[in-house]
């Protein structure tokens, strides 16, 4: 296929001026000048470059234009030295690559879905771009003695296209990215081992890259509203461990709790095995919410409290939601890497679940669990755990912390509602972006677990399933639409059980 599309690029470029050649020769240089990652590799980028030289050419984009937008200038040097930096995990990332199994990690996704298909000889060029700008995310996953850490990995970054499981597990084989991007028809999707970021640095990687993207379709996006300038060196506070820099030591708490009942539903073998998408309007979302005296996650998660109380038996205990508070608000910080915590709602089975109750209950929770005395009773508590643990010897550390987190970590709760808010994003993109998702990797132990994020007039919220018992989504189906909410349905189709 390659030597199909070379005699086509040839058979475009000799109908070209000698002028126009030297100038697309000139820029072919160029990019050699910056790499030096090894012959294969650098061939790769060079292929990655005939692909974008010829759809450009097919398309109609002149000579100079094409160099323009191709001026590997973008890389810096970043290509063409050997990788030396390093980065030890932040606090909340140390616990991930210890319990993790080919079936079981923490891995989740953001999808931007634009108004026409992706162009991946074009989307390809825009992740090489990005790269060098993130980093802190250009690493592999290696084993010390003591704690994983993050290594340097400079290389070229390939996208996929999409066949396989959404947040699958990622191969943490020798020299292999913590993370992938995938494209869909209109979809670019970017997922992450929870190991290099929360939602939010993962969202401003994913605007980042779309943002390339269309400049590289001719549009001009500034580098404003959570969209990084690629000419600008990164700031050193984006790679920090902030959540050292907050700890008090005035004691910890809250990272252990009581066992929460679990949603009806034998775990399917494939995890998740189903992904479902609830597209909403927006302003009709927050409307309903704010007539409740809720803000949206305090409404959206009295509904999922509501469906997870119809989708399970019986009997005692509690029903605990999961609300990760992104740390930054409370806490400034530009830190890419995790900077997040948790709020925990909980209501007893045999309560009241009338919605004006259920709501008290949730603004009650969240209230308590986002005062800033408790995130940093939490922060402490997991600064604490690290430093206790330091001198454990990894061989050691990692069976315990599979008995400790893997069981008793996602027992504690019995769903997660992830709400990323309202995404800011510079007008000039609004204009190509359908909407946005979510979607939070699968557990050992819940049965459902759930994303929101509003773009536009465009709320989803996206369930990642690991049963395939349908109880929860359809109750909560009949919650949202029988108080007016009218709500598009999507989704991927059973992978197996």
């Not at 994983?148 to 296209?161: F, G």
């Not at 580098?223 to 050292?244: K, Q, R, S, Y």
């Not at 189903?274 to 302003?283: G, K, L, Y």
């Amino acid at each position: 296929m390659m030597n199909e599309k070379n005699e086509k690029l040839n058979k475009y470029l000799s109908s070209l001026s000698s002028e126009d050649r030297e100038k697309l020769e000139h820029l072919m240089r160029h990019l050699d000048e910056h790499l030096s990652l090894g012959r294969r590799t650098n061939a790769a980028f060079r292929e990655d470059y005939d692909r974008a030289i010829m759809y450009y050419l097919v398309n109609g984009v002149s000579v100079d234009e094409t160099v323009r937008r191709l001026d590997p200038a973008v890389f810096g040097g970043f290509y063409s030295r050997e990788g030396s930096a390093w980065y030890a995990l932040d606090s909340s990332a140390k616990i991930y690559p210890l319990s993790m199994s080919l079936s079981k990690m923490a891995v989740f996704r953001l999808s931007a879905y634009l108004k026409a298909d992706v162009v991946p000889e074009l989307l390809q060029i825009a992740l090489s771009d990005v790269m060098p700008r993130f980093p802190y995310f250009a690493v592999t996953v290696k084993r010390g003695f003591f704690w994983h850490y993050l290594d340097a990995l400079v290389t070229r970054y390939p996208i996929n296209e999409e066949d396989g499981i959404v947040c699958e597990p990622i191969s943490l084989a020798s020299n292999t990215p913590a993370l992938r991007v995938i494209y869909y028809r209109n979809r670019i999707s970017v997922e992450f081992f929870h190991i290099l970021t929360d939602g939010n640095g993962g969202l401003i990687f994913l605007k980042t890259l779309v943002a390339r993207y269309l400049t590289l379709l001719g549009e001009d996006i500034p580098a404003t509203d959570g969209v990084f300038d690629l000419g600008a060196i990164p700031d050193p506070e984006e790679g920090e461990n902030a959540f050292l820099r907050y700890r008090d030591r005035t004691g910890g708490g809250g990272l252990v709790d009581a066992p929460a009942r679990q949603l009806g539903g034998r775990l399917s073998r494939v995890r998740p095995c189903r992904i479902i998408h609830f597209e909403m309007d927006a302003s009709q979302l927050k409307a309903l919410s704010k007539a409740n005296g809720a803000t949206v996650t305090e409404f959206v998660s009295a509904l999922i409290f509501i469906a997870s109380r119809a989708a399970m038996d019986g009997g005692e205990g509690n029903i605990q939601v999961q609300i990760p508070a992104n740390m930054r608000k409370h806490f400034p910080s530009k830190t890419m890497r995790n900077f997040a915590l948790y709020a925990t709602l909980r209501m007893p089975v045999e309560g009241d679940y009338s919605l004006g109750n259920v709501i008290r209950n949730m603004h009650e929770c969240l209230i308590n669990g986002l005062e800033r005395k408790n995130l940093m009773k939490q922060m402490n508590a997991a600064a604490s755990l690290v430093h206790n643990l330091r001198f454990v010897p990894l061989s050691i550390k990692i069976p315990v912390a599979q008995v400790i987190y893997g069981f008793l970590g996602e027992r504690i709760f019995t769903n997660t509602l992830s709400n990323l808010g309202l995404v800011d994003m510079p007008e000039a993109m609004k204009a190509h972006i359908e909407k946005f998702d979510f979607v939070l990797g699968s557990v050992s132990t819940n049965r459902a677990a759930c994303g929101l994020i509003t773009v536009g007039g465009k709320a989803v919220l996206s369930i990642a399933k690991n049963t395939v018992d349908p109880s929860f989504e359809e109750r909560l189906y009949r919650e949202f639409t029988s108080r007016g909410i009218t709500v598009k349905l999507t989704g991927g189709e059973l992978y197996g059980d």
